[in-house]
């Protein structure tokens, strides 16, 4: 599962994208620093991770890791084929979720695409350019669809009226995540054809130093604008983050923060955020030689958790023993937790739960 990260031109994406991973992408100030798209295995920070680590002592801890994709700035026309467009688009299409970062900061400096600073503005662009991309894809289903639906064919007919709703919201500038469609029909109809604006989105406002608690006047009017959108928008300085990424000491990252009044790196904030986007989740293994957390989609079987680690655990998958975090944490070890009688024994039905502390046992 990977988020991608876009948006024009200059707003500060390979600087974010340094900022999350340790592969250092290219940052200059001119368009399309980034060309092949720069991926990045990061880190989810997680204190419940620590606190195990606190608790068991173990000889390594492994944390959850999220994919982050940097891709090239997009300009008007990429959906014609201007700039990298095709490219670009491509590379998007191939993502789970959207980081679209806007930016909301003044600075001479640093130049504009369009010559002025509007966050609005261009994430209209954007979102036109990924509408019109869309479209294309709408139509050509619906050339298909619409064949068959003449010959009488209910469900061609049912998958036209959807299709022909996703077309006119489009055409209305309206993105796929925000037509009112039903979500039976979403899961039958749309989400298979992967279309760009259909994918969860997080808007990253990009803000100077001085906003990087509060945020600015920028930060609300993006709030305002995507309020239909069912999308969360996050803000950090950018610029910043990457100051505090080069400091050596975990001390003096943290001296830094406080004298910005910042509890963690908006980063941080903005990895767990992904994490969500992706509707992924963590439960954790803790022995003496590990403590490791391990990412499963929400919804997950016990079963499929087991699956993670080893195909074999879940062909040959028999039962988890399973401890709540919190009891964990309350208790102190999983032989405490054993004694008060609050370790479950759970089978193949079992949905995981954020947090769950699992072993798994299987016969293969």
């Known amino acids: 599962m990977k ?21 250092k992408a290219q940052s200059a100030n001119f368009p399309f620093c980034t060309i092949e798209p720069n991926i990045g295995v990061v880190n989810v920070p997680d204190q419940r991770l620590e606190k195990l680590e606190e608790l068991v002592n173990p000889e390594r801890v492994v944390p959850a890791t999220v994919e982050i994709v940097d891709i090239a700035g997009l300009v008007k026309g990429a959906s014609k084929g201007e700039g990298l467009g095709n490219q670009f688009l491509g590379n998007i299409r191939e993502t789970d979720a959207i980081l679209h970062v806007l930016r909301c900061f003044d600075n001479d400096n640093i130049v504009h695409v369009d010559g002025s600073v509007n966050p609005i503005r261009d994430k209209e662009t954007i979102d036109m350019e990924l509408q019109l991309k869309d479209l294309e894809s709408v139509d050509k289903k619906l050339e298909k669809v619409k064949r068959a639906a003449k010959t009488g064919n209910k469900e061609a007919q049912k998958e036209e009226a959807v299709l022909n709703a996703v077309k006119q919201g489009l055409e209305s500038g309206t993105s796929v995540r925000a037509i009112q469609i039903s979500e039976e029909d979403r899961a039958e109809y749309v989400r298979p054809m992967q279309l760009i604006t259909d994918k969860p989105v997080m808007y990253v406002c990009n803000v100077d130093e001085g906003s990087a608690t509060k945020g600015n006047a920028y930060v609300e009017k993006v709030k305002e604008a995507v309020a239909n959108e069912n999308a ?12 505090i990424t080069e400091l050596e000491t975990y001390e003096e990252r943290q001296m830094f923060l406080e004298d910005l009044g910042l509890t963690e790196p908006g980063s941080a904030k903005l990895i767990r955020g992904a994490y969500k ?12 030689k590990e403590v490791r957390a391990w990412t499963i989609p929400v919804g997950a079987t016990a079963p499929q958790a087991a699956g993670v680690i080893h195909t074999d655990f879940e062909k040959g998958f028999i039962r988890a023993e399973v401890i709540s975090y919190d009891d964990y944490i309350k208790y102190g070890s999983e032989s405490k937790v054993k004694e ?13 739960k954020d947090g769950d502390i699992m072993h798994f046992r299987f016969n293969v």
């Not at 988020?3 to 592969?23: D, E, M, Q, R, Y």
């Not at 986007?277 to 003496?288: K, Q």
């Not at 008060?340 to 995981?352: D, L, N, T």
């Open 3 to 23: 988020a991608g990260i876009v948006g024009l031109p200059n707003v500060g994406k390979s600087t974010l994208f340094n900022c999350l991973s340790n592969a």
């Open 232 to 243: 969360e928008v996050i803000f950090l300085a950018v610029g910043t983050e990457a100051d």
């Open 277 to 288: 986007l992706l509707d992924l989740e963590t439960y954790f293994t803790a022995g003496v």
């Open 340 to 352: 008060a009688g609050r370790m479950r024994v759970e089978g193949k039905e079992y949905i995981v």
